[in-house]
């Protein structure tokens, strides 16, 4: 039997063992944290329960499929409720819009904000749907060469579209008023990425927010983790968590296992690895093997932001918020440069509010209600000292908060957690403390530009998650987890067991 190991259970990991094992491979994930999940994790405490990391949930096709290729149906699983608005979004001077994924009722909303603007709102998700084709083309697949991205059609989409132009720039040439040019931008921030900075190509989660919808599984996004966990158990994929790895042996130029920070080493086929990609290069593999990505190499790549999560138990419930809110700063483009450009705290800070118990009551005791509230922030690349700042940072927070929540909101906590960017750092071992994942998604760190999921200097040496293509977000990772698989496929000579 091949036998793998994988370092790290994130999302992409465990995806990735459940796949391989599924074509009779042997496999040991191994995590230093005491609870799987990675960047996907949850917090539970005094009767809350809380997911750490991701929310929203877009694509469902792509866990559906997950699931369908270990020969199960996700829906009699785990229970979702499709969320209605999508999202709710707060602005500077107390009004809000509702996106909606119903296409009536989103015009509706935006003729309220910009009179006239329906027909510009229909050409500009017509314009989402060519992107997000093309887009798909360069994301659901392997690469080995260069070559393989000159695709004629696609260039000719490309050029179509202006999905090289710059995000911001091309949303404001749909929209006039400020309110929609951020109402329709913010997406890029998924992954780790200005408006400003992202390529127009990005839009495409705008599309697929609005089209395919937005879903909530009941229990919270960890529920997920649960699930592929109970999967896991039950198929003989060993996960053992406080296991930290120290080091991936390298014999001839082949990886041959790991030695664990216990001392203890373990052998396999193949080692895989779910942390992330710079940090794997940097702190696991010996400097003598490290032929692809240098130090210097890699500190010249660009990096995802981090944020800041406050995590609210509140003694009330809020029926007039939706499930998922955002604020958008005033100035947008200052708040934006700050923690991209200057890799400093916001003055005016923009931030996702999350109210999970309007849809799934269970996650608060009765009565109470769990409030989420990330503001992006500034990666650990800047000199932001967070003792000092994260005091500053939930005060504003909160007082944003008692505008568009409730004016009482200081009175009615009867719980309260924070994460920082440092957590990620500490928790995950994620570089820079990058909270949504570690390489920003710029031209350059896309598609084939990416890093590779098979190491190119080390023989049996493989990556999964958002370090590697095609990137940031679950979604994503879960189709990581179906290329690794097929490119291990193809490496092994296709059946085995
Ligand atoms: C606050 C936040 C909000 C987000 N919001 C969304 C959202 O709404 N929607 C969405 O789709 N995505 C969202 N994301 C992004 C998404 O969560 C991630 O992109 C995805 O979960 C990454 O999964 P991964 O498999 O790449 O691995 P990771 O989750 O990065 O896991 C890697 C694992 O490797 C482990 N590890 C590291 N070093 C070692 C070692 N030496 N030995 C053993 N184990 C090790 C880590 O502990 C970790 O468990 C969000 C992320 C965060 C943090």
Not at 135 to 155: I, S
Not at 432 to 451: C, E, I, K, N, V
């Amino acid at each position: 039997m091949t036998s793998a190991i994988i370092i790290g259970a994130g999302m992409g990991g465990l995806a990735a063992a459940l796949r391989l094992r599924q074509h009779g491979f042997t496999v040991t994930v191994l995590e230093k944290q005491p609870r799987p999940g990675g960047r996907s994790n949850v917090l539970e405490e005094n009767g809350f329960r809380a997911d750490t990391g991701p929310t929203i949930l877009v694509m469902k096709y792509v866990f559906e499929e997950l699931y369908r290729a270990l020969g199960l149906n996700l829906d009699e699983r785990v229970r979702f409720v499709p969320l209605d608005p999508n999202y709710r979004i707060y602005f500077h001077d107390d009004t809000s819009l509702d996106l909606f994924g119903n296409m009536a009722r989103l015009s509706a909303e935006v003729e309220r904000i910009e009179p006239g603007a329906t027909e510009r709102l229909f050409r500009f998700v017509g314009a989402g749907a060519q992107k997000y084709d093309l887009a798909m083309e360069f994301v659901e697949r392997n690469y080995d060469h260069l070559w393989e991205l000159a695709n004629p059609r696609a260039g000719l989409r490309l050029v179509r579209t202006q999905a090289y132009q710059q995000l911001y720039h091309q949303v404001a040439s749909f929209f006039k008023t400020d309110k929609l040019r951020k109402a329709f931008s913010f997406h890029s921030m998924f992954l780790g990425l200005s408006p400003f900075k992202a390529l127009a190509m990005y839009s495409l989660i705008t599309y697929a927010d609005l089209v395919y919808g937005m879903y909530f599984p009941m229990g919270g996004i960890y529920s997920l983790i649960e699930d592929l966990l109970t999967l896991a158990r039950e198929r003989e994929v060993e996960v053992r968590t406080h296991a930290p790895v120290a080091q991936i042996l390298v014999e001839a130029g082949r990886a041959v296992g790991v030695k664990l920070e216990s001392g203890e080493t373990l052998r396999a086929d193949m080692v895989i690895s779910n942390a992330d990609l710079p940090y794997t290069y940097q702190t696991l593999i010996p400097a003598a093997y490290r032929k692809q990505y240098s130090d210097a190499r890699l500190q010249r790549m660009e990096y995802a932001c981090s944020g800041y999560i406050l995590f609210l138990g509140v003694n009330r419930h809020y029926p007039q918020m939706r499930h998922q809110g955002l604020f958008f700063a005033e100035d947008y483009r200052a708040n934006l440069d700050a923690i991209f450009r200057t890799h400093t705290i916001p003055d005016d800070i923009s931030f996702h509010l999350n109210n999970p118990t309007i849809t799934d009551p269970s996650l608060a005791p009765p009565g109470h209600s769990l409030l989420y509230v990330l503001a992006p922030m500034p990666n650990l690349q800047g000199t932001v000292d967070w003792d000092v700042a994260a005091p500053r940072v939930r005060d504003k927070l909160l007082a944003r908060l008692e505008r568009i929540v409730d004016p009482d909101l200081r009175r009615h906590i009867v719980w309260e957690r924070e994460y920082r960017p440092t957590d990620w750092l500490r928790d995950a071992n994620a570089v820079y403390g990058t909270a949504f994942g570690s390489l920003a998604h710029g031209f350059f760190q896309s598609s084939y530009f990416r890093p590779h999921n098979k190491a190119r200097d080390i023989g049996g040496l493989y990556f999964v998650g958002q370090g590697t293509y095609p990137g940031i977000g679950m979604p994503m990772v879960l189709i990581s987890a179906r290329l690794l698989t097929e490119r291990i496929l193809r490496d092994v000579g296709g059946s085995h067991g």
